[in-house]
Structure formats: structure tokens, C-alpha cells
């Protein structure tokens, strides 16, 4: 199984962003023969102004359906990949928006979603200082776990990876490889990132497949930490990239996770109950 995460620095030019993409697939290295696994960064086709440009966007646009996940079908169908299409915006019923990642196959067809469980709403010492996601987002209300060639795949989206109990249940309805789009913050990732991916790989014995933004963004105002990385079920870093833009590739072998679980049947040594999703609004 080949994995390829893209490191992006995403602006608010959805034309430059989405020609970006397509630039870095049409460069992508393979292994002739190989189905490919691409994940995108959250945001990676709007990103680096206020979160309500995301709303704005949509009420602009236009159309039902959206143009930024008919692109990243596309793509996917163009480049002959299997395609984790980072994060966009999706319309709500309240008029605020998901933050919803898609998962493509290699033909374009939509194999699954993920809404954003748990909204940003911190202060940080940065640039912005605070943030408020749930003031344009709308929580999603379900786990998606998705069945794939490279295995059962999990989806949750950047700030989802301080919390465990949605990994566990990822791990707890299947879940071989948890693919995460991110854009965390600079001074957040330096303190915490790196660890809470092998914490959340250990944790569900899974692969964590983590594609970050990364840099400044709109002349600097935001700024994302980067370090796209791929960790196995024991913790290892196989691939990462600390900063700059471009390719981060790995290629998994299933049977040493296998042989991990095993092992060491964390999963079912556990003997608190297992986490049940709340329902918000």
C-alpha cells in the first residue's frame, strides 16, 4: 500500500490552491502497480482568512452542488488515486457549515464522509490569538469509518486528535488507518503535535496518516506549524516533513499490524466501556 500525504500552504485563491494540487499530483512518485492513497490538508482549497470566508463562499458560489468537492472528484479520476480530499466547506441547516472531508476513489465516486466532530474555539498566543470555529461551524454527529483496498479507514480533522475517545471508537468500529487533515497552529503544533499522533497511533494500534498545512498564510496572518507525518501502529515515525510544501510517502504493510494487535491485544484488555458520541447542537 502506497501512502502519499500533501503538505500545503493554502491561501484564500481557491483557483492557485486547486492548481497547486493538481500540479503536486501530476508529479506524485509511485510504485507502478500500487493502488495510492492521497491525503490532503484541512482547508487545502480555502484557507488563511477569517473562518466565515468559508460561509461566504458557499452563499457565493452559487450552485447545489459544490464545486470544490466536483473538483477533488476530479482529481481523483484524473490522477487515478484514492483521494482523502482534505476539508471543505459544506452548508448546514442553520446556515453555518461543516467542515467535511471526502473520501474518492479512484473513479471520483464518493466512498464516505466525515464532519468535523470538535470545534476550535481556543485562545492562543499567536498571531490571531483567538479562535472561534463554532461561530461559522457546525459540529458533525457521526464516526466514519470506511472500507477501503489499503484497509478500514478513519477520518477525523485536525483539533479531533486531542480527543482519544474518538480514536478508540474509530478503533472500535474497524479502523486499520485514521487519516487526519490538519492545519494546526504554529505554536500549538510545536508543543503538542508530534506527540498526540504516536499517543493516538499507540493508543488504536493504527496507522496515522497526518497531512498538515504548514507556513505563513496570507502575508502572515496565519501560521501553521506543518510536519505532515506518517506513524505506525507502534509509535515509529515512518515519514514526515517538517516544513516547505510537497510530498510526504510511505508503504504500509498491513501484517505488521497484524502481528502488533496480536501481541499485545490492548483492545481487548480494556475494560472501561467503550465511548458513545454525544449529539449537539
Not at 508529479?27 to 482547508?43: D, I, K, S, T
Not at 474518538?166 to 503538542?192: C, D, N, Q, S, W
Amino acid at each position: 500500500m502506497q501512502i502519499s500525504l500533501l503538505q500545503c500552504q493554502s491561501s484564500r485563491d481557491v483557483a492557485q490552491n486547486l492548481q497547486f494540487i493538481e500540479s503536486q499530483l501530476d508529479l506524485l512518485p509511485r510504485v507502478a502497480g500500487e493502488e495510492q492513497l492521497v491525503v490532503l490538508p484541512e482547508c487545502c482549497l480555502l484557507f488563511g482568512g477569517h473562518e466565515s470566508q468559508q460561509g461566504e463562499y458557499l452563499l457565493n458560489c452559487g450552485s447545489e452542488e459544490s464545486p470544490l468537492k466536483s473538483a477533488m472528484s476530479d482529481l481523483a479520476k484524473k490522477f487515478n488515486v484514492y483521494l482523502v480530499a482534505g476539508t471543505i466547506p459544506v452548508l448546514a441547516e442553520d446556515k453555518r457549515v461543516y467542515s467535511r472531508t471526502y473520501l474518492f476513489d479512484s473513479a471520483g465516486k464518493v466512498l464516505g464522509n466525515y464532519d468535523k466532530l470538535h470545534l476550535f474555539d481556543v485562545d492562543v498566543s499567536d498571531g490571531t490569538k483567538e479562535y472561534r470555529e463554532s461561530d461559522t461551524f457546525c459540529p458533525g454527529d457521526k464516526i466514519s469509518v470506511i472500507d477501503t483496498p489499503f484497509g478500514k479507514l478513519g477520518l477525523a480533522i485536525c483539533y479531533d486528535l486531542r480527543f482519544p475517545d474518538l480514536f478508540r471508537a474509530m478503533r472500535e468500529a474497524g479502523a486499520e488507518l485514521i487519516a487526519l487533515p490538519a492545519a494546526f497552529t504554529k505554536v500549538t503544533g510545536a508543543a503538542h503535535w508530534q506527540p498526540l499522533i504516536q499517543a493516538r497511533a499507540i493508543e488504536t494500534q493504527c496507522f496515522i496518516l497526518a497531512a498538515a498545512q504548514w507556513g505563513q498564510h496570507n502575508r502572515g496572518s496565519r501560521e501553521t506549524w506543518g510536519q505532515s507525518m506518517i506513524v505506525d501502529p507502534w509509535g515509529r515515525v515512518m515519514a514526515e516533513k517538517m516544513s516547505g510544501c510537497g510530498w510526504v510517502q510511505a508503504t504500509l504493510d498491513r501484517s505488521e499490524l497484524e502481528l502488533i494487535r496480536q501481541q499485545m491485544p490492548v483492545s481487548e484488555h480494556n475494560r472501561f466501556a467503550p465511548p458513545q458520541l454525544q449529539k449537539i447542537r
